[in-house]
């Protein structure tokens, strides 16, 4: 996958362990093999940081979504040709990338998340996919290079997914259904919410295909619970006392629901 300058939008091509651009921009890769094209004006860390992500890593690890995971690659390879440009818009630790790849292993796979400690993991597992930490609201690819386009529960950004996608290429898009691990959160608030039901019109793109995913997994491990919580957003929403509800929490019957919709662009 040919990256783009962050800050003129021209092509940039590798030299050694860098990338350069015509007018001199220059981005080195990480040791783990990521390139780094976050254009920002604040420093330190951005997106997940290493609790989520270690944490995410252990629980994916164990198998629990992987009934989800294989979804999302079955309609991925569906609808994008076997040799297509592939991008993964949020990946995280590169938990389902490394799926896409291994069910297409064709396809030129390009995958973006902000979290460097997300990009570090998830690059040092796969090398045959191209790394970059990069927003999805400042995607670093050219116009109309991508022929399928994943996002799992990740920031849905439809001006810059419909710049880079082809007339007439698949946006697929993984969202949770209102039940989705309502169990884990009765057990740690009082008055547990549902999920928002999700909208699925979206201007410029005409919906092929939606599909609900629904199972329980039985969770008899309290790490894996608690790496479950710290792997969501409710993580940094709560406070000590209800997160501590967790502490003596040795299993769980959960609900795993999920919804898969397929779009096309319209040309």
Avoid: W
Avoid at 76 to 85: F, I, N, S, V
Avoid at 154 to 181: D, Q, T, W
């Amino acid at each position: 996958m040919k990256f783009v300058c962050p800050v003129c939008r021209q092509e940039l091509l590798k030299k050694d362990n860098s990338y350069y651009c015509a007018d001199g921009h220059c981005f080195d890769c990480a040791k783990s093999g990521y390139l780094n094209l976050l254009r920002t004006s604040s420093g330190g860390n951005h997106g997940d940081n290493k609790l989520m992500i270690n944490a995410r890593r252990d629980f994916l690890e164990k198998g629990y979504y992987e009934k989800f995971r294989d979804a999302v690659s079955e309609a991925l390879a569906e609808y994008c040709k076997p040799d297509g440009t592939v991008l993964d818009c949020g990946c995280g630790e590169g938990y389902y990338t490394r799926c896409f790849k291994e069910r297409m292993p064709s396809a030129e796979l390009c995958a973006l998340d902000i979290s460097k400690h997300a990009l570090k993991l998830a690059s040092s597992r796969s090398k045959d996919i191209d790394f970059a930490v990069a927003s999805s609201f400042d995607i670093p690819l050219p116009d109309g290079s991508v022929d399928a386009l994943v996002e799992i529960f990740s920031p849905f950004c439809r001006a810059e997914f419909a710049r880079v996608l082809k007339p007439g290429a698949y946006l697929i898009m993984a969202l949770p259904l209102e039940n989705h691990l309502i169990e884990l959160k009765s057990a740690v608030y009082d008055t547990p919410y549902k999920n928002e039901p999700g909208k699925f019109e979206i201007d410029g793109f005409e919906l092929l295909e939606k599909k609900d995913l629904k199972y329980k997994v039985n969770i008899t491990d309290n790490s894996d619970i608690k790496n479950l919580f710290m792997m969501t957003p409710y993580y940094y929403k709560t406070g000590e006392e209800n997160q501590s509800r967790l502490n003596t929490l040795q299993q769980l019957e959960l609900s795993l629901e999920f919804c898969i919709a397929v779009y096309k662009k319209c040309v």
